[in-house]
């Protein structure tokens, strides 16, 4: 058993130390996930990859008495499983800062444009975030398995053998599985 599934183990079991020891063991690679995931958003984005691991890891160990809403569960089995609700938790934060963002509130019908580009015509970027969010949800439904492929992909910045590793799967099932997944998702968002 790792170090990671050990911690894990103890913070289920209410040892607050654990959280302590378990944050330097994974915020190197939580960071480099989190700075990859980002690197893919849209200019303008306001998040920046030490607040959504901070988020990230709060939701996931943290005090707060709704962990299981949050990652979908109330413990870890293992390291794996650790990143897969490190990935659902960064899907569930980049969606609710996209959504924020798309308020009237929060300036949604402005479009933020560069002073270089003030004299080129352009189209305002669709809400490709909140799109593959609906079509994920819908697909998670039908393909559980092949959606956690997809969260860990693209959410978290996984290679296809990394994600594969933490899925229990191998690499030519993953490979299947993302190319099925990508083909529905793009379906599914080209049609609405």
Known sequence: MSDVTQL???IQC???QAA???????????RRLAAGRLSR???GQTLQPTALVHEAY???VGDGGD????TGHSGFDSRGHFFAAAAEAMRRILVENARRKARVKHGGQVQRVELVELDLAQEPPADELLALDEALAKFELEEPEKAKLVKLRYFVGLSLEEAADTLGVSRATASRHW??????LYN???DS
Not at 20 to 30: D, F, S, T
Not at 179 to 184: E, I, M, P
């Open 20 to 30: 302590e020891e378990l944050l330097p063991l994974v915020y190197a690679e939580l």
């Open 67 to 70: 962990r299981e809403q949050e």
């Open 179 to 184: 190319t099925y997944a990508r083909a529905w």
């Open 14 to 16: 209410g040892n607050p």
């Open 58 to 60: 709060l939701r996931l």
């Open 188 to 190: 599914a968002v080209a």
């Open 8 to 10: 894990l183990d103890a």
């Open 41 to 43: 958003e849209s200019p």
